[in-house]
Each structure stands twice: as C-alpha cells, then as structure tokens.
C-alpha cells in the first residue's frame, strides 16, 4: 500500500488523448485532496522535458505518476526505475497498454485511488540500445515493420481517435509495404527455458519482442507474455500474401494469430534485430530516437530487465 507521506509527482502531457489527461485531472486531484495527499501537477512540452522532471522527482524521492498515454508511460518508467522511484499511471491516452496489463482501471478517479490504497509490485522492463549509443529503457514491447511504420501514421493522424485509429494505420502501412529481410538471434540465460540461442532470418512483415502481452490499444500480440517473468516474448511474421497480414490483424486482438502459419513464437532473455533496409523501430507507442530509424544492418539490442520497476497496483485484498 501507498506509504501515508507519499509526496507524488504527476506528470502530464497535455496532448495525450486528444487532451484528455488535462480533463482528468480534477478528478484525479479531487481523490488526492480527499486523501490527504501530497502532490505537485507538473505540464510538460515534450517527452525529454518529461523524463527530466520525473528524473528531479524520483531524485527526491517522490512517486512518479504518468499521466498520459503509452509513450508517456514507458518513458517514466524506465525513469522510476533508474531512479528507485515507485511509480504510477492515470491512463489518458489512446491505447494504455501498460495500464491494461498492471490492471489499473480506465475511470480517472478509480486509478487514483491505486496511488492512494495499491500495492506495491516488482515488474520487468526492457532495455534497448544501438552500438555506441546509451542504453533506452520501455516498458512493454518493441517492434520494427509494419507496427512501427503504422505507429507513425497513426501519431500523424488528426482527424481520427480512439483505439480504431491503430488498424487503420495498420492498413495504410500495408498499402505501401514491400518484403523486408529480418535477422532475429534470441539469447536465454534461463536453463528452464532451455538456454541456448535461436537465429531466424526471414523477410517478412513484423518484429515483436514483448514483455506484455498487449500493444496497440488493446492487440494482445504476444498472449503468453508476462510482465514478472524475467522473460521476453519474440513474435515474428514471415512474408506471405496481404490477406496473410490482414487475417493477422483480424485475428490479433484475441491472441488467435498466433496458430497461423507465418507467425512464430519464441522466448529468450535478449534479442538483436537487423533489417534488410532502413526502417523505424518503435516502443510503447513512440519511435524510438536512436532507431528513427533503425539503419540497414544496424543491430539492436535488447535485453529483459527482471524486476526494476516498482508499480502501484491495485490491491489483492
């Protein structure tokens, strides 16, 4: 549970949701006043103004509360648990992902009083980086192909909201896609899940390494993925027709694509990705900056972090 003297630092982005993470605010505070609580609300301009004000906050020991969508989200988590901080989400964004799978509730008012009366939990996150570049921590998963493609057109479009914009821009990355090759070399140092390494090289549509089980507002693309497990789970789609992709998306967001014959599901503890050409890689929702985009035969690291993040959830009791 919530220590009593906890001094929580809310952290928006005011463009989240449309702008829904600045209208839930009253409820979320109303909660907080009505608690008792200690807080500051603190607006942000950009993702990098974000992580320097969580940073500041985890630095002083406050709980670092994400007040936004995905991209924020996984962000300030990698944060938190650099800096030892406990942290929290208010969900405000289109997907919430990360929300979904720790089991904080949607309603405004309901995720606060998880800051005020959750448990705490030990959670794993994912480490990403590039040669000679630092190291990039995200929360649930991180993709390249289609996915990533998609994601951008999804940020850039305006004149549609909600979850329905994801498939949409799933389409529209689809329309223009030509095969791509991919080389996968999955690492685990887990001898009950049998050790060793694994090599696919393929061309195909997508690359998924998760550590949830969601992504894209509510797509359940990797459903053995759990977030304590210490594990990764690495779904990839071979090249087939387009309608073997479009029958992948119809058949994602209850997890059953994972019986069609071009995906394959593996598991390991770190991955490297490289790709045939240039292609953005993504996580929680965001191009990652050191991937924007991920060069041709550029290799990316990424390893499980088991455990680094300590989240407030909602009580078992």
């Known amino acids: 549970m919530a220590e009593r003297d906890s001094r929580f630092c809310l952290v928006v982005n005011p463009a989240a949701g449309r702008g829904r993470s600045l209208r839930v605010l009253p409820e979320v505070t109303a909660v907080l006043d009505a608690a008792g609580a200690s807080y500051q609300v603190s607006e942000s301009a950009s993702l990098d103004e974000a992580t320097g004000i969580a940073a500041r906050a985890a630095g002083m020991g406050e709980v670092v509360v994400a007040v936004g969508g995905d991209g924020l989200a996984g962000a300030l988590s990698g944060v ?38 959750g448990e705490e939990r030990s959670v794993d996150l994912i480490a990403v980086s590039i040669p000679g570049e630092p190291e990039i921590v995200v929360a649930c998963s991180v993709y390249l192909g289609i996915p990533s493609v998609a994601g951008e057109i999804a940020n850039r479009t305006r004149w549609l ?28 140092d887990r001898p009950d899940e049998g050790g060793g390494a ?58 059953s694509h994972t019986g069609l014959a071009q995906i394959s599901l593996d598991r390991g503890t770190e991955v490297t990705v490289t790709v045939g050409r240039d292609l953005p890689a993504a996580a929680d929702g ?8 991920l060069r041709q ?15 407030l959830v909602p009580s078992a009791a």
């Open 80 to 117: 938190a648990a650099t800096g030892g901080a406990r942290y929290g989400i208010i969900p405000a964004g289109n997907g919430n992902d990360l929300a979904r799978v720790l089991g904080i509730p949607a309603e405004p008012a309901a995720a606060a009083r998880v800051l005020i009366a």
């Open 161 to 188: 909201r909600g979850s329905i914009v994801y498939p949409f821009a799933a389409l529209r990355a689809l329309a223009g896609w030509a095969p791509t090759a991919f080389r996968v070399e999955i690492c685990s």
């Open 198 to 255: 694994l090599v696919r090289d393929f061309a195909g549509y997508a690359v998924v390494v998760a550590n949830a089980a969601y992504f894209g507002a509510g797509l359940r693309v990797a459903p053995p993925a759990q977030l304590d497990d210490g594990m990764l789970d690495i779904v990839t789609m071979r090249h087939g027709p387009r309608l073997a992709f479009i029958r992948t998306l119809l058949r994602v967001r209850n997890g």
């Open 286 to 293: 965001e191009t990652l900056p050191l991937a924007a985009p």
């Open 297 to 311: 035969g550029t290799p990316l690291h990424i390893r499980a972090l088991p455990g680094a993040l300590r989240a």
